[in-house]
């Protein structure tokens, strides 16, 4: 005999994604390096931390190019913005992962390099944008 499957909409699951917050911000890159070795991030990756944020972290040091130096050693002589030496690319899927997260933590990846800037500034640096016009707004109605 088959088993009845009911439609039920109070026993159904939801797969929607739910927003995180974003991380909080950490002044120190040693405690920046503990919070991704906690979360399973690649051991390679976190300890290029040091070099990526020599002078504290910042948007701009994480959008800065690299060094002719700094591409020969960490992306295969590849140019590009010092965050794209965070990210491994996925050859059967064709997509960008986060290697400060645990393996399949970051979910589907991304096409291009420069989408999963967001995602490292937001879920790992605490370096989120805010938009002016909205705080303004929601001040004036609390």
Request: aromatic residues 10%.
């Amino acid at each position: 005999m088959r088993a009845r499957t009911t439609l039920d909409p109070s026993g159904s699951i939801s797969y929607r994604k739910q927003s995180r917050p974003a991380a909080t911000f950490a002044a120190s890159v040693i405690q920046l390096q503990a919070r991704c070795t906690g979360a399973g991030g690649d051991p390679a990756a976190i300890e290029l931390l040091p070099v990526i944020f020599v002078d504290g972290i910042t948007q701009t040091a994480l959008t800065r190019p690299l060094t002719r130096n700094e591409a020969f050693d960490y992306h295969g002589g590849r140019t590009g913005k010092v965050y794209c030496v965070l990210l491994r690319f996925n050859e059967e899927e064709k997509r960008f992962h986060c290697r400060l997260c645990a393996i399949g933590d970051d979910e589907g990846g991304w096409k291009h390099p420069r989408d999963a800037l967001r995602h490292l500034k937001c879920d790992h640096f605490g370096l989120g944008n805010q938009c002016d016009r909205w705080s303004v707004f929601f001040s004036i109605y609390e």
